[in-house]
């Protein structure tokens, strides 16, 4: 008999999204173990922030609407990334009490530079997976990117 400690794992094991997330976190460990060399105040908690973050801006409540946390949650990672020097924040030019949190220049390079590590953790899996394997990998977890974007856009109701 099946005890359910063996039933949840294989129910783990069974979908997508569990595999994607357990990858995606393990991923995203290797890449700060690395990132950290050269930015040693770098916190897996800022990795969070950056797929939200572009040179456009973002205000904080938007991020933390994004992220499913509170303002209150996310205004110490940012306020850390600030002094850092890897984000700043401006006026928003649509509102004059608001401030946009944007990626500095500084910032600019550092995500140029954590994305370059990326590459290169992606290549040596590349070698233990096979590149084929990878770039199908890559092309089919863009078209559920994609797919999973639209599906996020809000739509007008008629």
């Not at 940012?78 to 401030?99: C, F, K, S, W, Y």
Request: net charge neutral.
């Amino acid at each position: 008999m099946v005890g359910v400690d063996e039933e949840l794992e294989a129910a783990k094991a069974a979908s997508v999204s569990q595999v994607l997330f357990r990858s995606a976190r393990l991923l995203n460990d290797a890449g700060m173990d690395r990132v950290q060399l050269q930015y040693p105040g770098a916190r897996r908690a800022h990795s969070q922030l950056f797929p939200h973050l572009d040179s456009t801006g973002v205000r904080l409540t938007e991020l933390a609407r994004t992220l499913g946390i509170s303002k209150q949650a996310v205004a110490p990672l940012v306020n850390e990334l600030e002094a850092m020097g890897m984000v700043e924040r401006v006026p928003d030019p649509n509102d004059g009490r608001a401030r946009l949190i944007r990626y500095s220049t500084r910032g600019q390079q550092g995500l140029l530079h954590g994305l370059a590590t990326l590459r290169s953790l992606e290549a040596e899996l590349a070698g233990e997976v096979g590149a084929e394997r990878m770039a199908r990998l890559h092309a089919d977890l863009t078209v559920l990117l994609r797919v999973l974007e639209r599906r996020r856009e809000p739509t007008l109701d008629p």
